[in-house]
């Protein structure tokens, strides 16, 4: 070896395809995911979790301005060609119910990601996007995952970076963790649609179908229905961080003073909420 050579670490190829804890474990030692972002995710998952009703609607409202990323809400399938339902809108049933799993998906992705359970789930959402594991499949193709999965990034980066009062190295550290979980899911969503490593298909796992919300036979959304603060009808004009409006009064009798200090308010998430929809 030459001196002050690091030794190279050997990945086996093969493994990347059919087992997907050293697929993870090559996917954290090359992002550099640590105890640190473990650290950060854990002590911030609290600020986290007062986005979600917010970011749930604004990835809602995205996803049905577009013929293409709406019907599937309808048909199952982002590649059907037909007509798409005019009246399909922010509030519909099907929509409302969907939202319902986003929030408790986002909050699983604020929950202890030192498990192999937590990835699993996140290799099974993205089974799921492409017709395989349900008894009705789902067809979304990939160009709009990834697009999905950029404006959540780009969403609550920016919520985090605008919170009046977390120091910065808090925001640094949330930010930077918070990226690495959002593109190990990108992976597990492309892991699904490539080809590459077609040649260990027959011993890749094979999906079971379950229902939503489960994995292994275990409710793992488990605040689906009990999770109040992430069950928000609108967050429209609701602070990101609190889930108030400027002028409702909390348990205390207090309003939301928690951006007051800052030029621009929590308008980042919520303008561009509000901007969006006119
Ligand atoms: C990119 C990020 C995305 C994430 C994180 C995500 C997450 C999820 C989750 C957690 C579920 C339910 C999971 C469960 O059964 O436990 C789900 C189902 C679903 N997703 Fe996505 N999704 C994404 C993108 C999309 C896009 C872009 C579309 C449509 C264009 C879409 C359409 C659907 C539909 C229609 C279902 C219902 C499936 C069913 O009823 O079995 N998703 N998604």
Redesign the pocket.
């Known amino acids: 070896m030459i001196p002050g050579s690091r030794p190279m670490k050997h990945i086996d190829r093969k493994d990347l395809y059919t087992n997907l804890e050293a697929r993870i474990q090559y996917l954290h030692t090359f992002l550099d995911f640590s105890s640190n972002d473990i650290e950060a995710l854990i002590w911030g998952s609290k600020y986290i979790k007062q986005l979600i009703p917010a970011i749930v609607n604004i990835?809602y409202h995205k996803?049905l301005q577009y013929d293409?990323?709406?019907?599937?809400?309808e048909t199952?399938s982002?590649s059907y060609e037909g007509p798409v339902d005019p009246n399909l809108h922010d509030n519909s049933p099907q929509i409302l119910h969907?939202k319902m799993?986003?929030r408790?998906?986002?909050a699983?992705l604020c929950s202890d990601p030192s498990t192999l359970e937590f990835w699993e789930?996140?290799d099974?959402?993205g089974m799921?996007?492409v017709g395989r594991g349900?008894e009705?499949p789902?067809h979304?193709?990939y160009v709009?995952?990834?697009?999905?999965?950029s404006?959540?990034q780009d969403t609550i980066t920016e919520a985090l970076l605008s919170h009046p009062r977390l120091r910065m190295d808090k925001k640094i550290a949330l930010v930077k963790a918070i990226g690495k979980v959002i593109w190990v899911?990108?992976d597990l969503?492309a892991k699904w649609y490539v080809r590459d490593g077609e040649e260990f298909r027959d011993e890749m796992e094979q999906p079971e179908f379950?229902?939503?919300?489960?994995?292994n036979g275990k409710k793992?959304?488990a605040d689906i229905e009990d999770a109040p603060a992430l069950n928000a009808k609108s967050a429209a004009g609701v602070c990101p961080f609190t889930g108030k409006g400027s002028g409702d009064a909390d348990a205390t009798g207090g309003t939301c003073g928690g951006c007051a200090d800052k030029d621009d308010d929590c308008k980042t998430v919520v303008a561009s909420q509000t901007s969006e929809a006119k």
């Not at 379950?210 to 994995?215: C, P, R, S």
């Open positions: 990835v996803l293409i990323t709406a019907r599937a809400f199952r982002t969907r799993f986003l408790a998906y986002l699983k789930y996140l099974k959402v799921m996007h349900r009705h789902l979304v193709e709009h995952i990834g697009a999905c999965l404006f959540i899911q990108n969503f379950e229902k939503e919300g489960y994995l793992i959304l």
